[in-house]
């Protein structure tokens, strides 16, 4: 999984733009825009609806890859669910709940904050042997920009390893994402580091088209939740070797997962 806000994991991006060409599009600037949805209702009485808007600008020479991610975010619920590094952050505690609504509110209302999320910042290393596969080592840092009072992310920064990898250039590839996530805590919260990672299957569909089916599962970062698992799916174009697109949904299967979400990702080349 991506160690941000996002709801799909890192590979299935990742892939879905690189996979057509077979690795990078090549050196220079990419600009993306996308929209992320989800909504669960986490194994309690409401439903919780995230959106997440991000605006990033990589940079790629040769193997290495930098980008910076700044999202907009707009979350609906009762403010036990607080977006955080890798997925949704369930907190069982109504009174623990962000969005200072546990003196006044009640578990069943809801209310709708927005704005700024947490900026990221990612440099990855990528290996691309003759065969075909691709490899990539990456760090990332997720600042915390997102306004913890609005529970709109939990005000800490994050830090995340990670290891994506497609073996094999044919039709069909397997892909693996591995990476390990250290959270920073708040004075009222400690989160626990984890581990996460995706396991799934790499589709080519022909010139300039890709899909993708995985399982993805994220250690709970919140001390009594569930882990995360979901399952996901995803198509990829590149319609010219500047300009790719991607789309992508989600179905959860525990309560620390959306019941459901999609994504779609537009990325320019310049």
Known sequence: MNPSNRILPAAALALALAAPATGRAGDGFELGVGYDYSSGDYGQDVTTEIEYLPVSLAWTTGPWRAEVTVPYIRVTGNGTVVPGAGGPMV??????????????????????????????????????????????????VKFGTADEDQGLGTGENDYALQFDGVFGGGPVSPYVTLGYLVTGDSADFSYRDVPYGS??????????????????????????????????AYLGW??????????????GFTDSSPDYGASLRLTAGF
């Open 91 to 140: 907190f069982d505690n109504f009174n623990s709940g962000f969005f200072g609504m546990g003196g006044g509110g009640s578990a069943t209302s809801t209310e709708t904050r927005s704005g700024l999320g947490d900026v990221t910042a990612r440099l990855g290393y990528a290996f691309l042997p003759a065969d075909g596969s691709f490899y990539e080592l990456s760090g990332k």
């Open 199 to 232: 396991l799934g299957l790499m589709f080519r569909l022909g010139e300039g088209a890709s899909a993708g089916l995985g399982y993805d599962y994220r250690r709970a970062t919140v001390q009594g939740s569930d882990d995360q698992q979901q399952a996901s």
């Open 238 to 251: 590149r319609f010219t070797p500047d300009l790719s697109a991607t789309l992508s949904a989600l179905a």
